[in-house]
């Protein structure tokens, strides 16, 4: 189950027509937030199904497999760690010490979504969450995007100050994914606690990105929206 196996199985299972349309859909073109990306054209159900498979790969192989050029493989490392992180105690302070070192490898929204909360997130619910401070003021899209979305696992267990820290901080962030994904943050929060996200809404509504607050309050009623809108 070495790094280079693995790949070598992602590359067997290749769809030229996929892949050309994963190209558009994850904005890989010049000047897009995805631009050099590289895809075999695997669908996310099939990597499911390889990730179960290699979860007992080793933590260092799958750190190489997040180097690979192929988006797939490295999404496909991300769900083995995950995998991993949760089912083995013994490798979980190495599994979030080196997803922090690698961050650059990990860029993308899928890529960020489908491993921050459950790595990150899961990592610092007991611990000192200074990291995602850290985080969420870099220079990188990617890793403002973990600091935002790791705060899901908080969600989980009824925690929200950092999920509103933090999206106060990403107020005045330039990127569309970052408001989307603050938006998405708060909307999960407010389906938790309904007045939590109104008194969010009622400071910061009117300096909010129109993308950030229309995704928090997509489950509000329809009259409700439009009001916030209009602001």
């Not at 003021?137 to 973990?146: A, G, P």
């Not at 989980?156 to 999920?163: A, E, G, K, N, V």
């Not at 938006?183 to 008194?199: C, F, I, S, T, Y």
Request: proline share 4%.
């Amino acid at each position: 189950m070495t790094a280079r196996a693995i790949e070598a199985r992602l590359r067997s299972l290749a769809d030229a027509t996929i892949a050309e349309g994963h190209l558009r859909f994850f904005k890989c073109g010049p000047g897009q937030y995805g631009e050099s990306d590289a895809f075999l054209g695997i669908n996310v159900p099939t990597l499911r199904t390889l990730s179960k498979e290699f979860t007992p790969a080793p933590v260092a192989d799958l750190i190489v497999l997040l180097q690979s050029r192929w988006h797939e493989a490295r999404l496909l490392a991300l769900m083995i760690l995950v995998r991993k992180y949760e089912r083995e105690t013994e490798v979980r302070d190495e599994i979030y010490r080196r997803y922090l070192a690698n961050t650059p490898r990990i860029n993308n929204w899928d890529l960020v979504d489908a491993s921050a909360p459950n790595i990150v997130g899961a990592h610092l619910l007991e611990g000192h969450r200074a990291p995602l401070y850290a985080l969420a003021r870099s220079e990188s899209l990617w890793e403002r995007r973990i600091a935002i979305v790791a705060t899901q696992h908080f969600i989980r267990h009824d925690d929200f100050d950092d999920t509103l820290r933090i999206a106060e901080i990403l107020l005045d962030d330039r990127h569309d994914l970052i408001h989307k994904a603050s938006g998405w943050m708060l909307r999960e929060a407010g389906k938790r606690d309904r007045a939590l996200l109104e008194r969010f809404l009622r400071k910061h509504a009117k300096r909010m990105p129109r993308t950030m607050l229309r995704y928090a309050i997509e489950r509000f009623p329809p009259k409700l929206r439009a009001q916030y809108m209009a602001r």
